[in-house]
């Protein structure tokens, strides 16, 4: 299996704050990446698939990038609606795996 | 608007079969794979399988021994069942549909069912 690790695992910060998540593969995974927002109490949402690509609608703040093992979600401008939980997942093969998650909590 | 709606119950005894169903509207089962995922209270999300339309499936390797997903095109739903669970088995349980841009990405997500693993 490839094992997917996020880091840090907990992120505070203010709202206007630049703020990066890191996820790295336990082995190459070309662009094969996505990662989602979560919530509490909701699903998860899907912000960023191939690494890099926005999904439509997702406000142009979040942005991906990376390839290979080491991918990075940034979000230029932290929002009040962006407090939540971010995960990565591959699928370059089976099984399917999440990352552990990070929390972005207000400072 | 593409909706999925988990069903079933929500308390299952150690060793006995936990069973969902996951109903979709605004959508045709067929061209997408389907996929059930768990998040154990406070933790982290587990891909547990997908069933495409024409019902093959994947699983999990951690749990391909005890599971089973499978799909009825004329009701539009597909199910899981988990067979001797225990207390690990304890978690919100998503139904997701497979994105328009990757299979095996998740753009539409049941509100998820908690399902608690107790005599």
């Known amino acids: 299996d490839i094992q997917m690790t996020q880091s840090p695992s907990t992120l505070s910060a203010s709202v206007g704050d630049r703020v990066t998540i890191t996820c790295r593969a336990s082995?190459?995974?070309?662009?094969?990446l996505a990662w989602y927002q979560q919530k509490p109490g909701k699903a998860p949402k899907l912000l960023i698939y191939k690494a890099s690509s926005l999904k439509g609608g997702v406000p142009s703040r979040f942005s991906g990038s990376g390839s290979g093992t080491e991918f990075t979600l940034t979000i230029s401008s932290l929002q009040p609606d962006d407090f939540a939980t971010y995960y990565c997942q591959h699928y370059d093969s089976s099984p399917l795996t999440f990352g552990g998650g990070t929390k972005v909590e207000i400072k | 608007q593409v909706q999925l709606q988990e069903s079933g119950p929500g308390l299952v005894k150690p060793s006995e079969t936990l069973s969902l169903t996951c109903t979709v509207s605004g959508d045709s089962l067929s061209t997408y794979y389907w996929s059930w995922i768990r998040q154990p209270p406070g933790k982290g999300l587990e891909w547990i399988g997908f069933v495409y339309y024409i019902g093959s499936t994947d699983y999990n390797p951690s749990l391909k021994s005890r599971v089973t997903i499978s799909v009825d095109t004329s009701k539009n739903q597909f199910s899981l069942r988990l067979n001797s669970v225990t207390a690990a088995d304890t978690a919100v349980y998503y139904c997701?549909?497979?994105?328009?841009?990757?299979?095996?990405?998740?753009?539409?997500w049941g509100q998820g069912a908690l399902v608690t693993v107790s005599s």
């Open positions: 082995q190459s995974i070309s662009s094969w």
């Open positions: 997701a549909r497979g994105s328009t841009v990757a299979n095996f990405i998740f753009d539409y």
